[in-house]
Structure formats: structure tokens, C-alpha cells
T-cell receptor, first 118, second 115 residues
């Protein structure tokens, strides 16, 4: 149990275009979802926290108009990188927090999405 | 402020030998500590956590970690390393004061287990 999926796993897009990344909790309801960004050989940096049905809370320095987050249901959150630029190329990881059969309130991480902007 | 430090970028160990991956923490409030493992191009997998209770925490895949309050450390250990343990390991602390959802990750330690 407690599986989080991300789609796509790898995406290449042209500079100036937008790309959407999906994060789904497959077997539990995620009251809160999180989006992280990981640069090569570096740690994860929290970008934003989203609660179902409400606006996301962005960390300092993260542009909310550039990284649009929608948490439309208890099992789905999306991150849209708008007007992507090469510096947006990164590994994006989501995590979901919810109540499963074995734990309460833990965060479970998705497999990540590699974004390359050319 | 909450933070964790992983002083070693890389740890090399021979298969069958014990391994230790170091982590020290700095927290305001109670420390909620975690270890995660990441394989190439994959997300993080939970290994173990310390919230309260016994200082020695046992986790997945034979890993364990010892919480040491006086040394503010939470080192990850395994008695006998496997080649398949080679991966990137992250120590993390959970904010216990202001935002319980927020994790602070260390910089990561690459573990290389040689056959």
C-alpha cells in the first residue's frame, strides 16, 4: 500500500512551452501533497504544499505564477511549469500525506519526473 | 530552525562489511528524524524514522539507526552491506513546531558497496 505515482517519468519540452506533471496517490487519500525539486547531486528542496480544494502554499523564492499547482481531488495533484526555460530543467518529486492502513500522516514519495527544457 | 547535516558526500564499503552513514541534526522542539534511500532516477523510499521511544530504530532492508540526543546524531547503520545497497541516502528532520508537513533534507550521502 501507500503508492504514489507520477506521470510522465521523463519529459522533454521546448523553451517557452508549458508542461504538466501529475502526482497520484493510488491506494489512499492524500489530504496534503508536496512538490519538491532536486538538482543534480543535491538534496530535495520543498517548492510548495497543497491541500485538496485550497490554494497551494509556496516556499520562499518559488514563483507561484511559474509553478502552478492544482490539488483537485484527494488523489491527484498537478504541477504545471509555465513558459519553461532551460534553468527549469530538474528532477521534480511529489509526495503525498494521508491515512493508510498502516500509518497515519506519513509522507510517501513518488518516483519523480525528469524535466529537460531545450 | 530545523536542519540536518550529512558530513560525508560518499561512503565506500566492501560487501559483507558493516556500514554507517552519518547524520547530525539541529532542531527546535522534539526531533522527528527520518532516513530515505534514492536509487538513480527514482523517488525516495522510506527506510525508518524516530519519533519517540527506543533510541535504536529498526527499518527496512536490514537498516537501523541510533538516535543519540547528547551528540544530536542519527546515524544509519547496517551490519552487513550488500552491493544492492548502493544508492543515495538522505537524512531528514520534520518540522515539529511551525509546519508539521515540512521536511528538511540533508545533502545526501552516496553509498558505494563494492563486491
Amino acid at each position: 500500500g501507500a503508492v504514489v505515482s507520477q506521470h510522465p517519468s521523463w519529459v522533454i519540452c521546448k523553451s517557452g512551452t508549458s508542461v504538466k506533471i501529475e502526482c497520484r496517490s493510488l491506494d489512499f487519500q492524500a489530504t496534503t501533497m508536496f512538490w519538491y525539486r532536486q538538482f543534480p547531486k543535491q538534496s530535495l528542496m520543498l517548492m510548495a504544499t497543497s491541500n485538496e480544494g485550497s490554494k497551494a502554499t509556496y516556499e520562499q523564492g518559488v514563483e507561484k505564477d511559474k509553478f502552478l499547482i492544482n490539488h483537485a481531488s484527494l488523489t491527484l495533484s498537478t504541477l504545471t511549469v509555465t513558459s519553461a526555460h532551460p534553468e527549469d530543467s530538474s528532477f521534480y518529486i511529489c509526495s503525498a500525506r494521508g491515512i493508510t492502513k498502516t500509518s497515519s500522516g506519513e509522507q510517501y514519495f513518488g518516483p519523480g519526473t525528469r524535466l529537460t527544457v531545450t | 530552525a530545523q536542519s540536518v547535516a550529512q558530513p560525508e558526500d560518499q561512503v565506500n564499503v566492501a560487501e559483507g562489511n558493516p556500514l554507517t552513514v552519518k547524520c547530525t541534526y539541529s532542531v527546535s522542539g522534539n526531533p522527528y528524524l527520518f532516513w530515505y534511500v534514492q536509487y538513480p532516477n527514482r523517488g525516495l523510499q522510506f527506510l525508518l524514522k524516530y519519533i519517540t521511544g527506543d533510541n535504536l530504530v529498526k527499518g527496512s532492508y536490514g537498516f537501523e539507526a541510533e538516535f543519540n540526543k547528547s551528540q544530536t546524531s542519527f546515524h544509519l547503520k547496517k551490519p552487513s552491506a550488500l552491493v544492492s545497497d548502493s544508492a543515495l541516502y538522505f537524512c531528514a528532520v520534520r518540522d515539529s513546531l511551525y509546519n508539521f508537513n515540512k521536511f528538511y533534507f540533508g545533502s545526501g550521502t552516496k553509498l558505494n558497496v563494492k563486491p
